[in-house]
């Protein structure tokens, strides 16, 4: 299927541990960005890409690590998770013409 | 400091009735403001934009205003539908960010009611 897809959906890990969280596109798109939602802060800006391998960080990136490798991909680790990241984290792409981010499924994380 | 600011958490209104969702800025820079409306358990998704050039936008049942001066947008859902009932976000943009980042807003809950 065509599109941008999350793995995993939901992921329960402990504290310390490290987890990434994976982001497919199948668009071609050039830009790729990380959110986190949270209640009362809506959706925040982790980390975002232009290419491969040009990535910046964005309004909340503390403990959290990118790589774009291949332009398809945007995986986001973090190297060693707290409770404070639990969230759900989206992932969206765009291409070069438009504003609009078309955004992916979600990963629910809870880290405990 | 949350630069796209919507101030109700929530609204409740009637099927066949219109919804108005309210968002405002504080950074001038922006010119370029989207809706985004998110179900349970799915991503975002784009809704309707408005370039800082006009001030009124339309897409069927959706209108989105903006006001420059007082920094304000608005969202009008015309009729409430309760396929409608969902959080929607506000995002701003500047066009000379080539980066293409989104600054949004805590989102409004909207339930549709029949």
């Known amino acids: 299927d065509a599109g941008i897809t999350q793995s995993p959906r939901y992921k329960i890990t402990e504290t310390g541990r490290q987890v990434t969280l994976m982001c497919h596109q199948t668009?071609?798109?050039?830009?790729m960005f990380w959110y986190r939602q949270d209640l009362g802060h809506g959706l925040r800006l982790i980390y975002y890409?232009?290419?491969?391998?040009?990535?910046d960080k964005g309004e909340v990136p503390d403990g959290y690590v990118v790589s774009r490798s291949k332009t398809e991909n945007f995986p986001l680790t973090l190297e060693s998770a707290t409770r404070s990241q639990t969230s759900v984290y989206f992932c969206?792409?765009?291409?070069?013409?438009?504003?609009?981010?078309?955004f992916g499924p979600g990963t629910r994380l809870t880290v405990t | 400091d949350q630069q796209v600011k919507q101030n109700s958490p929530s609204l409740s209104v009637q099927e066949g009735r219109i919804s108005i969702l309210n968002c405002d800025y504080t950074?001038?820079?922006?010119?370029?403001f989207l809706w985004y409306k998110k179900y349970p358990a799915e991503g975002p998704t784009f809704l309707i934009s408005?370039?800082?050039?006009?001030d009124k936008n339309e897409d069927g049942r959706f209108t989105v205003f903006l006001n420059k001066s007082a920094k304000h947008l608005s969202l009008h859902i015309v009729p409430s539908q309760p396929g409608d009932s969902a959080v929607y976000f506000c995002?701003?943009?500047?066009?000379?960010?080539?980066?293409?980042?989104?600054?949004f807003g805590a989102g409004t809950q909207v339930v549709v009611t029949p």
């Open positions: 408005i370039s800082s050039i006009k």
């Open positions: 950074n001038s820079m922006f010119d370029y």
């Open positions: 969206a792409s765009r291409g070069t013409l438009y504003v609009e981010q078309y």
């Open positions: 668009w071609s798109h050039s830009y």
């Open positions: 890409s232009a290419a491969a391998d040009i990535t």
């Open positions: 995002a701003a943009s500047m066009t000379t960010d080539s980066w293409g980042k989104l600054q």
